[in-house]
């Protein structure tokens, strides 16, 4: 059982300059590789040995052995205790790669005897599951309370790994906490009594080891009643009871201290301290490889020059930076026959005779109600139907820009697969005649819409071209263009990848779709993004890509060889950037103020690497504001066609600040996630394409953010 009951020693704050977040440290801890030999075996047979390595990872007396036609792509290795025929003695000191594999296998075998259960999930970092006492972490269980009809354990989730870059020094052990999990009490004999499809299972619990269900031992299945399910998503749907994620306010501040729980329970024996040597204090942050961002003391700008920390309540007193252009504005309902009370309330809203915030003061548009130009859905009909042949039946007036409100009468988390093809084809029928649209629930129409109206506000503003808000100050200088692909799943038959851009300042430049699979469209469509910007911004010299994932050396190199082909001669900054989940590398702050450091804190964690801490606003406020959670930090890569571009100075800062201000643009809700806009975007547009009829993107989808 584990209980968190300890809280490690802060260190001891320093007064720190405007640009400086104060004493920070990592989840590592530093050791040197025990002096020693070990016994090992290689084989080409994935089945022989757990951890895989390079031909360049392995003694070079082993590969000088081989001719250089069958030297394979990797080699897999196992660890003796004993000489034998077939190993080879193996000085740890002098081959760092099995160095760390030997680690990690006797750190398994040291701590998985400790665990209530243990789960190879991969080679590298094995997970390690204690079963939680009552009220030993009782904000981040995964669930807000427990359904008594659906009995269950609950289980902390450690992690470990070991670091070891060539060029950077000691070693590393990195302890991480993956979050709660819930083994449910009923055994698969109970399932099968149920009828359950086993296709819901994920995760299993047998005999202290944790399987997944597809991957699960088949000695297990001469057991079944010693088999347990772990809970999911949706497995829980199946049973009716609830999963509802919930990580409370002190998210960070609680992995922390299970996380150095972790280390004094389990990491300070002697047996483990021959494995991993670690003198029990996590590494400090140089002073130099850490700051804090201009762009965390930056008001939000609003219309008229005003300013506001608060981006709801900014645009409410102050209305957009840039309403849309032109002077006539009407909007029309889509609605079911049976929500004509809900249609009647929304025009009420949009007139101000219902609620205590106006849209017009919201869009500083003069909004009005065009019911000539309704659609109501009739029962019996096929809906997609009536609204295709209903829009063609319309005639807009030119000097009029229309928008639509589509009430849906399902919530959207219960929408079937109908619900949500007719959702999005109603997007696409309304783009292709160049209008956009907002959907709204019905069922959220009653009560107070006033919060619910500044979000719609905001869409509305952008979704006809205008720019609700923006970071003050001069931080994106550049064109910037975000990318994200979307895998298999679902409705969708294919690949593809979507892409956004922004124009210098902010503005929205422009949506498309590429094929995914290949990089050479992407490097087109940015370059592109890049040549048309100059033509209303002459003089840029840079060009910025936002990505979810890394590129390769050879895209990278396919990347200088088009600005070659079209004679751009300016460095491109790749930044591939990722949310950090809580088992990952983290920062910590003075666990006795916050664990998390203050919002706009970067740290570098690697070359050209660094963890960006966005979204803990409250931190510097004094207090803790409702509402507002500990968000993980943002991991950054940073490639340049020009490396040294990255060493001038100011540089990097200047790029993290720009990722900063693109996390403070989501214009759609209140609770936005913490990725910047350019991935955000794009990873909705992705979302959304494959469910119309002819999956490509309509012109007018192009030129506004109509995802929202």
Known sequence: MFTSETTPPAPELSAAGD????????NTLSFSYPAKTVQISFSTDPAHGTYRLLPSQVPAS??????????????????????????????????????RAWCIHRMTEILAPQADYWRHRHPWKPEFWYRAAEGSFPVATGREQADEAVPEHVFHRFTIQVLHEPDAGQPELLIGYNGAAHILQQSLDAFEAMGTDTRLFGLVAWRRRIFHWNRLSPAATYHPHEVFPVLNPDLADELGTAFT???????????FRLISDFMQKFCMDEKFLEVVPHNGRFRAVAPGDTGVLPGACRK???????????????????????????SHFRCFFIYFSQNEGEADLLHRYITGREGTVRLSRITCMQLSYAPEHNIVIHPGDDPEEQVEKRLQQLSFDPQVIYFAFYITPWPKKDQ???????YY??????????????????????GDFSLAFCTIGCALVAKLGGLPWRPEGDWQKDPVVGFSTLHDRGTV?????????????GSFGGATLYPAGDSRPVWGLALAAYRECMENHPGMQRLVIHSGRQFTDDEMELLEKMLGELQLDIPVVVAAISQCRSSDLLVFGNPQVSAAPADGTWTRCGTNSYLLNCGNRRRQSGHKSPGTEQVLPLHIDLRCTRPAHLEEAGVVTGLLDQVYG???????SAHASPLPVTLAWPDRLAGFVPWFRNKMLPVHGRCVPWFL
């Not at 084809?425 to 009653?446: D, F, H, P, T, Y």
């Open 493 to 505: 038959t294919a690949q593809h990848g979507a892409a956004v851009y922004f124009l210098p300042g």
């Open 19 to 26: 640009n400086q977040p104060g004493p920070l440290f990592f």
């Open 416 to 422: 079937d697969t109908g619900q949500k093809r007719l």
């Open 62 to 99: 082993l590969i000088r052995e081989l001719p250089p036609d069958l030297i394979p792509p990797h080699f897999y290795v196992r660890f003796h205790n004993e000489m034998n025929d077939a190993t080879v003695p193996v000085e740890l000191a002098a081959h760092p790669d099995i160095a």
């Open 300 to 326: 939000l700008q609003f219309g008229q020059g005003c300013r506001h920390t608060d981006p709801l309540e900014g645009i409410r007193k102050y209305g957009p930076l840039l309403r849309p252009r032109g």
């Open 662 to 668: 693109f996390t403070r643009m989501h214009w759609h």
């Open 425 to 446: 084809r109603i997007k696409e029928l309304l783009m292709n005649r160049q209008l956009s649209v907002q959907a709204l629930e019905a069922g959220k129409l009653n």
């Open 245 to 255: 994620p919930h990580y409370g306010h002190d998210r960070y501040d609680a992995s």
